[in-house]
């Protein structure tokens, strides 16, 4: 593992890719009983529901490639705690080579 850089999803950054890491953190999490529900769609949707609506997703890369994904998408509305703007922090995965590696934290911090 080479120094991991975290960034703003580059345009060299397919949702393609973004999808396969989505999907092979899933089958790992899977085993350990965990599910998650975005691996499960399509490249397409995964932009609507960040950078389609004004957000962004990060992305951790080990030189060229993408280990690790995680979006946040700031929305407005009434929730259980009350009226105004909330972040949605979603899409968060570290493809299972590079987990227990401190990819998470670099992406979450």
Known sequence: M???IVRKRPDSVSWEEVSHVLKAAHEENVR????MTYPQLPPE???EKTEGRGGTLFVAMDGDRLVGTAAVVRIEKTIWCGDGA????FLDAVLPAYAGKGVFRKLAF
């Open 2 to 4: 080479g120094d991991i």
């Open 32 to 35: 350990r009983g965990i599910r």
């Open 45 to 47: 949707r995964l932009w």
């Open 86 to 89: 909330y972040a949605y922090c």
